[in-house]
């Protein structure tokens, strides 16, 4: 016998056939956009030789079309694995036919593929302190890195939050990977050591600190709300915008969402 990892609650169609009883539940709900689908169903009392149809919802008229079929054998329960989806939030349910009549179907259940939305995307929804989006100070420095969002880091503090420089609206992301690099290419600022700061009011703040003149790659969870990137920065000179002493921070990266723009 195969795990079963949680079978849904039954239905039967229209109880057309109540004796016929079907239920399927997915291995995970939150998959990888392109990577093969795996479910677990269930199903009591249909014909050996019938078929199981999974079905998803397509396009925005929500048509219901067939993405897999299975012969039913005298096996009650099996694990299968279902076509990869592209990034989206999908519907999905599953049919028992007998002689091409419908005799149970499950409730729908939801599966959502994540794929990669780049910073400058998800920044179409996002504000600096000034109102303006990420792209606007896009710059290329000596390790041919493309920085979607410049930030001067004037304030001088030992803790959260220091100053707030992107602020992003409710999301479909549930992680993010930024490339950040502090400091001017031809400049030094020594002893001084930059923190970013992910703020989100239902999960607890993650940070990196940054050493002057250093790369770092900053992995983080998102929740799905509304999150916050704060900098500051610690030691070296004091700020002075005129002889180069206040901190740049430079942000380029990639979010895992389930939307093509990375907002819901």
């Known amino acids: 016998m195969l795990a079963m990892g949680g079978v849904g609650q039954f239905a039967s169609a229209g109880a057309l056939t109540p004796q016929v009883r079907a239920?399927?539940?997915f291995?995970?709900?939150?998959?990888?956009?392109?990577?093969?689908?795996?479910?677990?169903?269930?199903?009591?009392?249909?014909?050996?030789g019938s078929q199981l149809i999974f079905e998803r919802e397509f396009g925005s008229k929500k048509v219901w079309k067939p993405v897999a079929r299975f012969r039913l054998t005298r096996l009650r329960s099996a694990n299968v694995s279902l076509p990869g989806d592209s990034i989206g939030a999908y519907l999905y349910r599953a049919q028992v036919l007998t002689h091409g009549k419908v005799v149970a179907q499950t409730p729908n259940r939801s599966l959502f593929s994540?794929?990669?939305v780049s910073l400058l995307t998800i920044c179409s929804g996002a504000s600096d302190g000034n109102g303006l989006n990420c792209g606007t100070n896009s710059v290329q420095l000596q390790n041919s890195i493309l920085y979607n969002y410049e930030d001067w880091t004037q304030s001088s503090s030992t803790a959260a939050p220091g100053t707030s420089e992107l602020k992003f609206p409710n999301t479909s992301c549930r992680t993010g990977s930024l490339t950040i690099e502090s400091g001017y290419s031809d400049t030094t600022?020594?002893?001084?050591?930059?923190?970013?700061?992910?703020a989100q009011s239902a999960s607890d703040p993650?940070?990196?600190n940054i050493p002057d003149t250093s790369q770092a790659v900053f992995n983080f969870n998102l929740d799905g709300g509304p999150f916050v990137i704060d900098d500051w920065y610690t030691g070296g000179q004091p700020p002075d915008l005129?002889?180069?002493f206040s901190v740049d921070l430079y942000y380029s990266g990639t979010f895992s969402c389930y939307t093509l723009n990375g907002l819901r």
Do not use: H
């Open 114 to 116: 994540y794929g990669s």
């Open 23 to 25: 239920s399927f539940s």
């Open 189 to 198: 600022n020594p002893g001084e050591v930059s923190t970013v700061q992910i």
């Open 242 to 244: 005129g002889n180069n």
């Open 206 to 208: 993650q940070l990196i």
């Open 27 to 48: 291995t995970v709900v939150k998959v990888d956009s392109g990577t093969q689908i795996n479910a677990s169903y269930q199903v009591l009392g249909a014909r050996v």
